[in-house]
């Protein structure tokens, strides 16, 4: 899956995952500091984390790639 930044220049991990792959912000935080979320291959603690056009992040199988 993919996710367009459209005219912003990041998106927060939480808000991210709450968007794309888990089923709720609460889901999406407690995967984050329970260390089940990757950005490009490795574990993402920090559930503020920008992520910016290009990179790719993991949770349960589920992969979405950032795009401009």
């Not at 291959?41 to 979405?64: C, D, L, N, P």
């Amino acid at each position: 899956a993919t996710f367009s930044l459209g005219k912003h220049p990041h998106v927060e991990l939480c808000d991210l995952l709450s968007w794309k792959l888990a089923e709720s912000g609460a889901q999406a935080k407690i995967a984050i500091a329970d260390g089940l979320v990757k950005v490009d291959g490795a574990v993402e603690t920090r559930k503020r984390s920008k992520i910016v056009a290009g990179q790719t992040v993991s949770f349960e199988g589920q992969t979405v790639t950032v795009t401009a």
